[in-house]
C-alpha cells in the first residue's frame, strides 16, 4: 500500500516503537496497533495532500554517450 511510506519517517518510527511495547506489555491487542498504524496512514496523507502545495517535478536531459574508443 502506498500509504505506507510515511511509516519510516521519526514519527511513524516512533508510533510503531511505542505500539510495539504496548503489544509487549499485553496493553493492546496487535490487530489494535494494526487498526492504529492504518488511521496513521490515512490521517498523514490526508494531511498532507491538504496541506502541502508544493510540487517537485524532475526532467533530466542526459546526452546519448557513444562510445569512441
Known sequence: ???QLY???????SL????????QSQ???PQLALQV?????KAINSALAQR????VNFRIRAP??????
Open 1 to 3: 500500500m502506498a500509504y
Open 7 to 13: 511509516r519510516n519517517t521519526t514519527l511513524g518510527n
Open 16 to 23: 510503531q516503537e511505542s505500539l510495539d511495547e504496548l503489544i
Open 27 to 29: 496493553q493492546i491487542t
Open 37 to 41: 498504524l492504518l488511521q496513521f496512514d
Open 52 to 55: 502541502v502545495r508544493n510540487r
Open 64 to 69: 546519448i554517450l557513444q562510445n569512441e574508443w
